[in-house]
């Protein structure tokens, strides 16, 4: 299973998480752009992969992942040595799901009231009402991570877990959303502690080096 997955991704996206994670758990795969410019993610080749039309996609032996949430657990799983969920316990691993799943339904969604608008409503004056509210709605989501959810110094504590690569992907996007990081010292320096690592640089590596 572990030498045939393929992630489908697109750069700038939320598919980085999933990217990040496949570096860290030392996965064989193979990343395949989606060129998001030429409206690929919905073209019918795409659609056969991941009907959604979105990526993320990780194509296993099994059968196709979507949702971020799920492919950062199953990577996690499959590679248990590289100790990126705890699986002796139900509690922490909840912990794990619990902050991930808030950043897949609340965060990236309010995140996407900037660019996809579209999906919600139609009509340029409620599509510009939804862009007006991202800096608010995803500054005080990140309030609420920076007071209340971050253990520090990694974002369950002392181990590094797949929220760690989740959490860094969608804090890329605070400045484009009117955001202001510096009001938040801890997303801040987790930011830039996970720029230094070697995995992190190598997913970003990849994406950037393939934009056309
Ligand atoms: N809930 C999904 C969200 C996937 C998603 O919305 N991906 C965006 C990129 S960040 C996408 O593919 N957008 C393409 C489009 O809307 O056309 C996840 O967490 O994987």
Redesign the pocket.
């Known amino acids: 299973m572990k030498q045939s997955m393929k992630l489908f991704y ?1 750069a700038h ?3 980085l998480a999933s990217h990040i994670a496949l570096e860290e758990a030392g996965a064989e795969y193979v990343a395949i752009r989606i060129d ?1 410019g030429a409206d690929e ?2 073209k019918p080749d795409y659609l056969a992969i991941n009907p ?5 996609a990780l194509v296993t032996e099994l059968g196709v992942l ?4 799920a ?1 950062l657990a199953f990577i996690a799983q499959s590679f248990p040595d590289a100790g990126l969920a705890p699986f002796d316990d139900p509690f922490s691993f909840a912990k794990i799901q619990s902050f991930n799943s808030y950043l ?1 339904s609340t965060v ?1 969604v309010a995140h ?1 009231h900037r660019m ?1 608008g579209y999906r919600w409503a139609d009509g340029q004056a409620a599509i510009e009402a939804m862009q007006r509210k991202v800096p608010q709605s995803v500054g005080s989501c990140f309030s609420l991570i920076e007071k209340e959810m971050f253990a520090g110094p990694w974002v369950m504590g002392a181990t590094y877990t797949v929220c760690d690569p989740y959490l860094f992907t969608l804090s890329q996007w605070l400045e484009a959303d009117g955001v202001d990081i510096h009001k938040m010292p801890k997303i801040s320096e987790h930011r830039l502690r996970m720029m230094g690592r070697p995995e992190v640089a190598r997913a970003i590596a990849m994406e950037t080096r393939s934009e056309v």
Do not use: L, Y
């Open positions: 697109a996206t939320c598919a998001f993610q919905r959604k039309g979105h990526v993320p979507t949702e971020t949430p492919i897949c990236h996407a996809r």
